[in-house]
């Protein structure tokens, strides 16, 4: 993870810098998940020293931030592969890496110690703009804006002057896209409704939308990089794919306008839309297992015949790719399912329901793939032509996996203690809500939250180690 050694292109070992200081953020995020977590069972814990309401939003705002960071040092990573070319503004690039990473410090310190006054037009601009997940404050709004154009142009402009393949064609058309939906969280208005509309632009059609597309196209490259995988048939499953997520994600945006404040025909729109979402995931999880299995045939016969094979070439990179197939079904189509109909939703809105279905998807669809991503750099950045799972890899990808799967659970016996206790029964008033938080149910399912977040914690600490350690190791050995 340290090393460039290897890497011939600046695009490629920018693109390694990009994924230091996502893994960073991404146990930075872990941590204040942890505290969080505990100020559930122990409301006193750190009272106006770091209170809830700041490790919730650097939890999640570090969440964002970290996959945004891990998806431009894919981007830059690939550049190289799939075009032919270094990237044409390697210089500017690194400026903008530089310039980034200095407004995130300063946004965080910012997070963590000056939160606590009133709100006014100045605080919007320098301390805190008040959207869940995108909350960094105006200045670097505009910063992040700047930055991303830069990032964009490189993309772009290289675009152009390279091989032009299926996948880069989908990544620059959907980077795009995924850039400008940005500025819909900028708009300031005080109508709590109008708010709420423009905001959803960004956070839905970003996660069930263009960063599905994105982690479509990343999948495509894998496959590609990892089995040998045929690029015809991976780019005609990626545009089928992409025509699926589109058709159904951007109405699927109704199934946030229920009840705030929207028009009613949203009810009907997003229900319908937004409960064919899964589709897509279903035809992604097939199509990377398929291709997994194929080659993994075409390797074996060609074994028996005694030729050369073609194996598998980073079995860490491809594990954290399968899980992603399972945890994109999983959390995205089969936990957002259960909540998306309006007869549903109407129970479990804002419920510890949601919050399962946050972890699981956002664990499931983003963070397996791009730590997949950080493995095929190491890869790259160490020289090796084969990289192997160590015991490090393997305990990584089990306590992550085990214990996001028990968050989840937890979660969800909670939601489900919700929806009947605090909404059906109890009709879902102030009373209802601090009856439910303090049954038996809930509190175990917090206690069980929290065992299960500090194993996520080990292995994150393996996942640290085993990309600190593994491309060194393997160097040597090969
Ligand atoms: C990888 C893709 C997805 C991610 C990362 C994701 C993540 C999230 C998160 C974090 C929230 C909570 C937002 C908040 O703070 O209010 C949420 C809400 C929601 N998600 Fe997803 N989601 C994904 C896909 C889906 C899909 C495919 C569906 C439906 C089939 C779905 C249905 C919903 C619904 C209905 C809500 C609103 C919950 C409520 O009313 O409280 N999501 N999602
Ligand atoms: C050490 C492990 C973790 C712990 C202890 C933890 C804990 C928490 C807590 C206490 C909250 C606030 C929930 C609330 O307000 O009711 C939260 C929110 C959230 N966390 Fe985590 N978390 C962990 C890991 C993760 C991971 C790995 C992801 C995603 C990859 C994630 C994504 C989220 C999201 C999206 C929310 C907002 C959910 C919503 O509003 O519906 N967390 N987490
Ligand atoms: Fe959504």
Do not use: C
């Amino acid at each position: 993870m340290l090393t460039n050694a290897h890497l011939k292109y600046e695009s490629q070992k920018l693109g390694m810098n990009y994924f230091r200081v996502a893994i960073v953020l991404f146990g930075a995020q872990l941590l204040l998940g942890l505290v969080a977590a505990i100020q559930f069972m122990y409301p006193g814990f750190l009272f106006e020293v770091l209170d809830f309401s700041v490790a919730r939003m650097v939890h999640i705002n570090a969440l964002v931030v970290w996959m945004l960071y891990a998806m431009i040092g894919s981007v830059y990573y690939m550049i190289p592969d799939e075009t032919g070319e270094e990237v044409v503004g390697a210089g500017l690039g690194k400026l903008a890496f530089w310039v980034l990473t200095a407004a995130v410090t300063v946004v965080v310190l910012v997070y963590i110690f000056i939160q606590i006054g009133s709100g006014t037009e100045a605080t919007i601009w320098l301390i805190n703009e008040g959207r869940e997940y995108i909350e960094a404050p105006r200045w670097a709004d505009i910063g992040i804006v700047v930055v991303v154009l830069i990032f964009y142009w490189n993309v772009f402009a290289t675009f152009m002057k390279g091989k032009r393949t299926g996948i880069m064609t989908v990544m620059v058309a959907d980077l795009f896209a995924l850039a400008g939906l940005y500025l819909a969280g900028m708009f300031f208005t005080d109508n709590i409704s109008m708010d709420q509309y423009w905001w959803w632009w960004v956070i839905h059609l970003w996660v069930e939308a263009t960063w599905e597309v994105f982690v479509g196209a990343l999948a495509a490259y894998g496959l590609i990089k990892i089995l040998g995988a045929k690029r015809e048939i991976v780019e005609m499953w990626l545009w089928i794919e992409v025509l699926m997520l589109f058709g159904s994600g951007i109405l699927g945006l109704g199934h946030h306008y229920f009840w705030i404040g929207t028009p009613e025909y949203w009810w009907e729109i997003g229900a319908l839309f937004s409960a064919l979402e899964p589709v897509p995931l279903v035809a992604m999880f097939v199509h990377v297992l398929y291709d997994w299995g194929k080659e993994q045939g075409h390797m074996e016969a060609n074994a028996a015949e005694g030729e050369k094979a073609h194996a598998v070439n980073n079995t860490p990179a491809m594990a954290w790719i399968a899980t992603n197939a399972f945890g994109n079904f999983l959390g995205a189509g089969i936990w957002g399912f259960f909540h998306t109909l309006p007869q549903v939703n109407i129970y479990t809105h804002g419920t510890q329901f949601t919050a399962a279905h946050g972890h699981l998807a956002f664990f499931g669809a983003y963070a397996t793939i791009l730590i997949g991503m950080m493995y095929l750099g190491v890869q790259g950045a160490s020289g090796i032509k084969k990289m192997t799972m160590t015991f490090k890899t393997k305990m990584a990808l089990f306590l992550i996996i085990f214990g996001l799967l028990g968050m989840t659970v937890a979660l969800t016996i909670a939601g489900y203690e919700q929806v009947l206790v605090e909404r059906a029964d109890l009709g879902g008033g102030w009373d209802a809500y601090f009856t439910a938080q303090n049954l038996p149910w809930m509190v175990q399912a917090m206690g069980w939250r929290l065992a299960m977040g500090v194993v996520t914690f080990l292995g994150f600490v393996y996942l640290l180690w085993d990309l600190l350690t593994i491309g060194k190791a393997q160097a040597k050995e090969a």
